[in-house]
């Protein structure tokens, strides 16, 4: 007994066992300080008779929702209204990741660039957006789209089935008919082809030194393959042209004027920051790497792709992981501009139905879970570029 | 440890939450006696019921209920907060207690009175929703507007009456929500939307702010009630019988004549026991409300009895007839419980 209790003092004085038991102890101070704060909660909403709890999202949700992906009346659940805005964040937030990244490294390669012209253009692009707030970015894009658009009964008609009016820009609608899926299966099968050809065509450099264009041959099968199928089947395939009928078109495939504005204005702001990224992955890069590879008379391009690229890339990723997920978070000023994202539905629930904890439970699980995948992507393509200790 | 910092994080906002809810939970008056300011929620802008004048001080019909209710409490109009708050803040502003007191033309609806820890107090205008649109699209009629954007704010009555509208009369419109009052008229004014559409009160006193008034109809269709009254939290009733009686007594004091020039007189020299005991001069009215028996005279004289409210704040400035919103001795809606 005696030796029991000497040797819990020791493990006390023992600095990692007190580090734990420390650490124990807040945490369960953390824990309880939550379940009380919760139930306090609890018991105070339902004094005032507000609900709780997550029933009301099977109940109907009355409101309009006017740009969804999947079909929605106001005769839907308010659960079906909410997963209508995930779907629009997570749609606007995915196109214009892509394009972000796009217009980003031409940004960041255009400052880098020793034509005087291209450089300036390039920082003051960078400069003019990430200096002001985006909200006032997406209000003056909005508003200045707009204000320069034609009403809807006298649209922009550039060519036979586009329309651009302040109701949206209308597109013809491409309608599959019987066969299509072939041409689908077609561009699948070219997918693999172009797969196993770049696996071939890696062996046969490593054996016999012969480096064939890659990239271009299996471009050319994914996009010539999926063509030959659709002509020899007859162009399985005709376009829905969009109608104006009373106040608005009718069929066609629409971009809402909110929708191409919070697209536009998360591009355009994302995209300064990721330029600076890239600028900053590409300076990073010692001169003398280059010159070393130059003086070796390595062609050009396997300058960029093979001593550049793959250096830049260590400083370029880790930034460009937090600018991909506040982008996803700068998504929620779409209410500003009337576009439905999660928020700005979520918002118009709270005003009905007033229970405003499951909303906000719900919006932060929602962001976490979008913002921890994109980190998780992003961390496995990081751990990729980085430097392998041999 | 990092993700304990996510979990502190999160704690700390339902802490807030927490925090918010349990305050509140004191008697309502005495937390404004004790503050000696009253904070009252309002609208970001709608003329006429509450907007900033040029030199920043609050004004309109809502606003005036705020400053009879501050007289009543705490001797002195001018002592309060004013709470700009978006439609949908409304209600969790004065459930949380953020506000003592919403008064921002929201309507009295069964679900915000039950299920949304709110209660409502007294009516102070008789409102319905509206449509605004161009004459240059020629239409006569709501329901010529087949395929139609109509441009609304989020958080409203407005918005569900519209998504029944639509339904009950396939109608097809495109509703474009906005988060508030102003951002929905600019889109309306700058044509992304062919309607715009709120409680009729507001279209008139809107309108008045667009570039082009005159290019610009209301429809003649009004497609719902929307009782416009001030609401506060759930559980204290004393503080909203304060509130109720406060509207019903300025609705009695344009009822019997009493007006913010003549009550201190009337206080003085009236004969008639009604109009003592809404002065103060007989009875104890006052008690029973947990205030002093000169509450409605204060109220009276600093913004003037209904009568004198709507005049000052709606007609005058807006145009608004009284219409059903007239006293029901003289062939409108309003009728005031008797003070006794």
Known sequence: MKILVSQIKQSFNNISVSGLVGQMFVLGLIFYGSYFLLLTTQENLTARGIDSGFKFLNSEAGLPISDSLIEYSPAKSYGTAFLVGILNTLFVSFIAIIFATILGVIVGVGRTSKNWVISKVSAFFVETLRNIPLLLTLLFIYTVALGTLPRAKTPFNPIEGVFLSRRGLYLPDPIAHDGFGLVVAAFFAAIAIAYFFTKWAKKLQIRTGRALPKTLISLLVIIVLPLLVFFILGKPMSLEYAELKGFNFVGGIVLKPEFSALLLGLILYTAAYIGENVRSGLQSVPAGQIEAARALRVPKSVIIRKVLLPQALRVTIPATTNDYTSLVKNSSLAVAIGYPDMVSIGGTIIGQNGQAIEIIAMWMAVYMTINLIISALMNWLNSRVQIVER | ?340
């Open chain 2, 1 to 340: 440890m990092k993700e304990l910092f996510q979990f502190t994080k999160v704690s700390a906002l339902i802490l807030g939450l927490a925090m918010i809810t349990t305050t509140a939970s004191a008697s309502t008056l005495e937390d404004v006696k004790k503050k000696g300011v009253l904070s009252c929620g309002v609208s970001e802008g709608v003329p006429g019921f509450s907007n900033p004048d040029s030199s920043g001080k609050w004004v309109g019909l809502d606003v005036d209920m705020c400053r009879a209710v501050a007289a009543a409490v705490l001797g002195d109009p001018t002592k309060i907060k004013f709470v700009p708050l978006a439609s949908k803040q409304k209600i969790i502003a004065v459930t949380s207690g953020q506000v003592d007191l919403t008064s921002r033309t929201t309507t009295w609806t069964m679900k915000r009175d039950t299920k949304e820890g709110a209660d409502f107090t007294a009516v102070v205008y008789y409102d319905g929703q509206g449509f605004m649109v161009r004459k240059e699209d020629g239409i006569k009629s709501a329901k010529e507007m087949s395929g139609a954007s109509v441009c609304v704010t989020t958080g409203t009555t407005t918005e569900l009456n519209i998504a029944d509208y639509s339904r009950a009369n396939n109608l097809k419109l495109e509703a474009v929500v906005f988060d508030g009052k102003k951002e929905a008229l600019n889109a309306y004014a700058s044509g992304r939307c062919d309607v715009f559409t709120t409680d009729t009160s507001q279209l008139a006193s809107l309108r008045t702010t667009l570039k082009d008034p005159e290019n610009h109809i209301i429809l003649p269709e009004i497609i719902s009630k929307e009782p416009l009254s001030p609401l506060v939290r759930h559980g204290d009733n004393q503080w909203k019988d304060i509130i109720t009686w406060v509207i019903f007594g300025l609705i009695n004091a344009e009822e019997k004549g009493v007006t913010a020039a003549n009550a201190a007189e009337m206080k003085a020299k009236s004969t008639d026991p009604t109009v003592q005991r809404m002065l103060g001069k007989t009875g104890d009215l006052g008690t029973f409300i947990g205030l002093d028996n000169d509450w409605l005279l204060r109220a009276i004289t600093s913004v003037g009895n209904y009568g004198e409210i709507y005049e000052r704040n709606l007609t005058k400035t807006l145009g608004l007839e009284r219409g059903v919103n007239q006293l029901w001795s003289k062939g409108g809606i309003l009728y005031a419980s008797p003070l006794r």
